[in-house]
């Protein structure tokens, strides 16, 4: 009888220290906020977006665009900025006026100095310092050719589009 006492007392012992040891765990003090550069942005998704490509008087191809924002959290707190229709222009004026994208030579394309000029002009655009980064999220040109296949609805196996930029997660490229 005295060791079932014994035994009762044990287990009464050990269940509350792990009772008080887990409720001090649980209630211990909050890590500093972070404070890093991370922690003040934050994600605007963008829309995808196509853009003609003309050539000779016609069109030629499209391109297929999303373009995201990580922007600062404060700055953009209560406005409401045209980010889609900012991000058209941009993608109009580089891709169709600047042609910074060369179809037949998809090697040249440099995707970080695409993003910089996205920001620096968007942010020229706003009048101060909105955009912290800028995300492809989708940068695809599909022909015209292989649009009308598909619109007509021939039995044509489906083109793939040319990848500009290789897609991604978001949440890899904010790491």
Not at 63 to 90: A, C, I, Q, W, Y
Request: aromatic letters at 6%; a negative charge.
């Amino acid at each position: 009888m005295i060791k079932l006492v014994l035994t009762g007392v044990w287990v009464c012992a050990i269940t509350l220290a792990s009772v008080y040891f887990s409720v001090q765990m649980a209630t211990a003090p909050a890590p500093a906020p972070d404070d890093s550069k991370q922690s003040q942005l934050e994600l605007v998704k963008g829309e995808t977006i196509t853009v003609p490509i003309i050539a000779d008087g016609a069109v030629t191809g499209y391109f297929l665009g999303k373009v995201s924002f990580m922007m600062n959290k404060e700055t953009v707190k209560n406005l409401t900025l045209p980010l889609t229709e900012l991000t058209t222009d941009e993608l109009f004026t580089l891709l169709v006026g600047n042609k910074m994208v060369d179809i037949s030579n998809m090697k040249s394309f440099d995707p970080n100095a695409f993003r910089e000029m996205i920001k620096k002009d968007i942010n020229k655009h706003l009048g101060g310092d909105y955009i912290d980064q800028v995300m492809l999220e989708q940068l695809d040109y599909l022909s015209k050719e292989d649009v009308k296949a598909n619109a007509s609805g021939q039995q044509k196996k489906t083109a793939k589009p040319v990848n500009v930029v290789a897609p991604a997660s978001v949440a890899e490229k904010v790491e």
